[in-house]
Every structure is written in C-alpha cells, then in structure tokens.
C-alpha cells in the first residue's frame, strides 16, 4: 500500500511565523503536490514537484514556497504566516499524472 | 486553465437510494477523470476514475459516466449505504498539465 505522511496532523502558529510542512512518501513517486482544501472551494493546487529539486507554481502559490531535495520528500514553506492560511493542507504523490494518493492532512491555524 | 465545477454541494438520501453527482469541465484536452472520496479526518481516496476514451465505467455499487462533447461526467452510488457517507470530489486532468483540478466538493448523507 502506497503510504503518505505529514508530519503533523494539528498545527498552530502565529502570525509573521516561518512554517514548514512536511510531506514523506514511501512508493518512489516522481510527482508530489501540495493542496490546500477549504469548505466550498474544493482543492486547490499550491505546488507541485515532476522531480527532485524540481518545482511549478499551482494555481495560488503567493504566499508559499516548497523544497524537495529528496525524492521522498516534499516541503511547504510558509515564509510568513498570515491569517488567511488558516487552512487544512494536503499532500499527495503519483507515479504518473493520474492516480493521486493522499496524505491525512494537516490543519493549521494561524493566529 | 481548467475549470470543474461540481453540484449538488450537499446530498442528503435514504438508505438504499442512488445517490447522483456531477461535475462539468472548461478545457476539452482533459482527458482524464476520477472521483474521490473523503471520509472524516483522512485524506481524499480514489475511488473510481475514467478516461477520455470510454463512455462509462462501473465497479460495483457505483459507476461514472462521460459525456465528451458536453464536457460533463457524472458519479453514481446505487443502494446506498451509511458508509457511504463522505465528502466526494471530482477532478479532470491531462498528461501535458501533469496536474489534478478538483471540483468543490460533494458531501453526501446517507440517512439510516
């Protein structure tokens, strides 16, 4: 079973905090993607990653930034937390375009 | 870019019921569709998907349905179970854009 983890599933921060979230998968996946999901506007793609180090901007990248050095490994940044990020955020892997897998997600609060 | 755009938001039926979702696509070199399902506290789980090439698609209770030149395609759940109770959302998808564009989300109840 392809496995993904976020490394925290609740995560509260204030306001102009620097945030990392991390996201590990264990199936040696080339693409690796960060959503984030809010009541009535679905998911909506942040980043995504075809390759190690590499990146492409989603739909709403402002605000955030992403590192992978590993191939495993897939790495949100929020450079300053605002309060509009105050979102539930999930990360997902794929061998190909198509079948995504998904972590739990992990729901942040900036205050 | 693609836009999908999916109703009804909430779905309410009775136990044994069919449960019908649709969602519409803007960009005709999608070619790829699945459907997932969030139950609460978890990650969204692929359920079921089809692609540009085929019309319909089933797997037990719950089938979709493509229809290419009006740019929709539909989920449906037959004899529907509590279990069946979730989030589900729709995506479209290509192998040129390498990424997923969901829909806003379904959440179903089914009623015992």
């Keep these: ?111 | 870019g693609e836009n999908v755009e999916q109703h009804p938001s909430t779905l309410s039926v009775q136990e044994g019921d069919s449960a019908v979702i649709k969602c519409t696509y803007s960009d005709s070199a999608s070619n790829y569709f699945p459907w997932y399902k969030q139950e609460l506290g978890k990650g969204p789980q692929l359920i079921i998907d089809i692609r540009s090439n085929v019309g319909e698609k089933k797997d037990q209770r719950i089938a979709v349905t493509l229809n290419k030149t009006a740019k929709h395609f539909s989920l449906h759940i037959t004899e529907t179970q509590p279990e069946d109770s979730a989030v589900y959302f729709c995506a479209a998808g290509d192998t040129g854009r390498r990424a997923l564009t969901f829909g806003s989300g379904t959440r179903l109840q089914v009623q015992p």
């Design chain 1, 1 to 111: 079973d392809v496995k993904v983890t976020q490394s925290s599933r609740y995560l509260v921060k204030r306001t102009g905090e620097k945030v990392f979230l991390e996201c590990v998968q264990d199936m040696d996946h080339e693409n690796m993607f960060w959503y984030r999901q809010d009541p009535g506007l679905g998911l909506r793609l942040i980043y995504f990653s075809y390759d190690v180090k590499m990146k492409e901007k989603g739909d709403i990248p402002e605000g955030y930034s992403v590192s992978r050095e590993k191939k495993e490994r897939f790495s949100l940044i929020l450079e300053s937390a605002s309060t509009n990020q105050t979102s539930m955020y999930l990360c997902a892997s794929s061998f190909t375009t198509y079948e995504q897998y998904f972590g739990p997600g992990t729901r942040l609060t900036v205050t």
